[in-house]
Structures are given as structure tokens and as C-alpha cells.
């Protein structure tokens, strides 16, 4: 609840309304996680109110109005109740500004911008449609054109990656004045000075030797990009490394959802890969690591978990496909980028960098950080 000091501030506060129409509290993705990192530190700094679905736990943010208007997962795109109930609300509350997250709600923003006028804002998370394709979807020709016409119809539009921009001012023909990068960020606001603390406490809990290298991988894995990972790692990236590594070393691999074919990677226990299935304090992995492995090759957007990782000071060896959308310039020497496929080059890049200490610059934090890209936000944009 918000004290009478805080009502009052956040009335003189630009009024914003987002949809965002999935469950992400607690979030487990990193998806869920950027929606609800970038709704809490944006309420922090607008008057904001956010509709959603009831599954979402409302307890867990302290900062907007939570609103949960919105149906179960098979009803809520096509609840034609929602036209009226949300410009009752914009005209009754006189928001400035309305945000949609994702594109998928392109006919109901259509119809409230055009009996409102309200300025209407599209967060787009990746180019959706390439993402579909990418992962086998059929249906994505249609929501080629679905997406582009409201991309075309926004006042504005978030985009994470200055490729996914770039894609759609040159493809689509997107005006680049209303085109507005909003990344993924983080929550440190400079380099960890605890990173030798959680390196012994990985090693520790795991029972490894204190001359093995940390190496680690996250994400939900019952994503398909995730899961072809993880089948890299294993099956390419690992046998080289047992053939040809400099160091002992051990993989450890967390996160949800890992296919059942997989049988939680027992079968590789005996050549240094480490299941840890769902880890509740991810920061102490991300911060304990030697290197993050992100061999992703599919799927679009920036990939969450390795804007983390250089946050908290661990450098990153990606494939050119892991690493899109990511601002290089502000990583420095925290990310090595490799060619797609090429998998003795991500060998060498895992051996020349398995020891690397160097700090991650300041300016990434400049860039990553969420209290910053929130408050840029807030005034210079909504």
C-alpha cells in the first residue's frame, strides 16, 4: 500500500496505463522477468496503473495499480467486453498515455485509440513473427501482417534490440522518429564486489575442486532455443572440451522445464555436466561463474540471461545468434562473440577467456540498469 505522501507525488506523476496480458509474478522466464522489472521500476517513476490476468501475484510489486481484468489463456484475446471496459477507464481516469504489451492485442488497441485518441504505445519484445518462424510455428505469415498493421498504427513503439528497430523502419517502412529502444536491463547498479564469495559458495554446494572453472548456462528450458542449447552444449561444446580443455572444469546447467528426454542429463554426470534443475538464487551462479555459455542459435530478441551475466561481471561467449540485440560497444571485453556452428571457435573462446577478471565498464551499467532506463523513460518519452 502506498502511503499518503507517496498518493500524492505520484498524482502529479504522468498517468499510464499498461496491458499486459500473461501471468509474469512470480516470473520464472526471463520473459516474465523483464515484463515485471520493467512494470516495477517504471510504476516508480509514473503514475501507473497495469491490467493483466488474475493469476498474476499481486504481492509481489509495490509500485502500480494492478488491475486484473483480463481472462484465462484460451478467452482473453478475443473478449470483446474489453472494448468498453478499458475506454471507460482512460476516459474516466484521463490516462496520458497507454502501453500494450506485445502485439497480439493490435484489434482491441485499434478500436480503443480510435474512440479515445489516446496515444498508443506498442512494447514489442522481439519481432514476433521471425521468433514463430524460427521455432517451427505455421501460423506465422498471418501474424506477419497482423503485427507490421499495428506497429504501423502506434504512436510509438519499445523495441529491445536496435536490430529489431532497425528491421522494422527499413522492412515495415516504421517512422524512426516514433521507434524507441527500451532494453532489457538489470537491477546492479555497478560491478559485484562479492563475485569470489559466490564462486566459493558454487563450489562448495556442488563439492567441486577448487581448481575447476565455473561454467554456466540458464534459462527456461522447456523453450525450444533453450532446450537445442542445452543439446549443444552437451553433445558439441562438451566433448571438445573433455578432448581439449586447458583447466578442470564443470557445466552447470539451471533452469525449469528440461524435456523429459533429456532424463535430467544423468547420463552426463560422469563428464562434468551438472543438472541443477530450478536455482532460487540464480544471482549467486551468475555472479560465481568463470564464464555463461550461450550457444543459442534460434529464436529472436536479446537474450536476457546474458545482459545478467555481464552485469554481474561474469563475460559471456556467445554465438553471433545469442548475442543479437545486445549494445557490444557498451560491454567491452565481457562478451566474445563466435560464428554460428563454429564449434572449435567456441572452444578456443572458452579457453583464452576462462580466466578473464576484467571489470565490466561503467557504461554498461549506464545503459543496463533499470532505474535508469525507467526514469529516461518517464521523462523524456511517456
Known amino acids: 500500500m502506498e502511503n499518503g505522501q507517496e498518493f500524492f507525488a505520484k498524482r502529479k506523476m504522468k498517468k499510464v496505463l499498461e496491458i499486459a496480458p500473461y501471468k509474469y509474478l512470480p516470473y520464472y522466464s526471463g520473459g516474465q522477468k523483464s515484463i515485471a ?4 521500476y517504471l510504476g516508480a517513476e509514473t503514475n501507473l496503473s497495469v491490467i ?13 495499480r494492478y488491475l486484473p481484468l483480463l481472462k484465462g489463456p484460451s478467452s482473453r484475446y478475443a473478449d470483446f ?27 482491441l488497441a485499434w478500436l480503443v485509440k480510435k474512440k479515445t485518441g489516446v496515444t498508443t504505445i506498442l512494447h514489442t519484445h ?7 518462424r524460427s521455432t517451427g510455428k505455421l501460423w506465422w505469415p498471418v501474424l506477419e501482417k497482423y503485427e507490421k498493421w499495428f506497429l504501423r498504427f502506434a504512436d510509438r513503439v519499445f523495441f529491445k534490440t536496435i536490430e529489431d528497430r532497425d528491421f522494422a523502419i527499413s522492412r515495415w517502412k516504421i517512422e524512426k522518429e516514433k521507434c524507441v529502444i527500451v ?25 567441486l575442486d577448487e581448481k575447476e572453472k565455473i561454467f554456466l548456462f540458464n534459462g527456461a528450458l522447456n ?43 544423468k547420463e552426463y554426470a560422469d563428464r562434468n555436466i551438472i543438472y541443477a534443475g530450478f536455482v532460487e538464487d540464480i544471482l549467486t551462479y551468475f555472479k560465481g561463474a568463470d564464464l555463461f555459455l550461450n550457444p543459442v542459435q534460434s529464436g529472436g530478441g536479446i537474450k536476457t540471461k546474458m545482459v545478467e551475466s555481464i552485469g554481474f561481471g561474469t563475460t559471456v561467449v556467445a554465438t553471433k545468434t545469442g548475442a543479437a540485440g545486445i549494445d557490444v560497444n557498451a560491454c567491452g571485453k565481457k562478451l566474445v562473440i563466435v560464428n554460428d556452428n563454429d564449434w572449435d571457435a567456441f572452444l578456443q573462446a572458452i579457453n583464452d577467456n576462462a580466466g578473464d577478471h576484467t571489470i565490466t565498464p561503467h557504461e554498461y551499467y549506464n545503459t543496463y540498469y533499470w532505474g535508469n532506463i525507467a526514469k529516461n523513460l518517464a521523462t523524456t518519452v511517456l
Open 183 to 207: 532494453p532489457f536491463g538489470v537491477e546492479i547498479k555497478e560491478y559485484p564486489s562479492d563475485k569470489e564469495q559466490c564462486r566459493i559458495k558454487i563450489h562448495q554446494h556442488h563439492k
Open 223 to 265: 523453450y525450444k532455443p533453450n532446450a537445442d542449447a542445452v543439446n549443444d552444449i552437451v553433445n558439441k561444446i562438451n566433448p571438445l572440451l573433455l578432448a581439449k580443455a586447458a583447466f578442470p572444469y564443470k557445466i552447470i546447467i539451471c533452469g525449469k522445464g528440461l524435456p523429459g528426454e533429456f532424463n535430467e542429463l
Open 81 to 107: 467486453s474489453l472494448v468498453s471496459k478499458i475506454i471507460s477507464l482512460i476516459r474516466s481516469e484521463n490516462f496520458d498515455k497507454v502501453v500494450w504489451e506485445h502485439p497480439y492485442f493490435a484489434w
Open 52 to 64: 493483466s490476468v488474475a493469476g498474476n501475484d499481486d504481492s509481489l510489486q509495490k509500485s502500480y
Open 37 to 40: 522489472l520493467y512494470l516495477q
Open 126 to 132: 522481439n519481432i514476433e513473427y521471425q521468433r514463430f
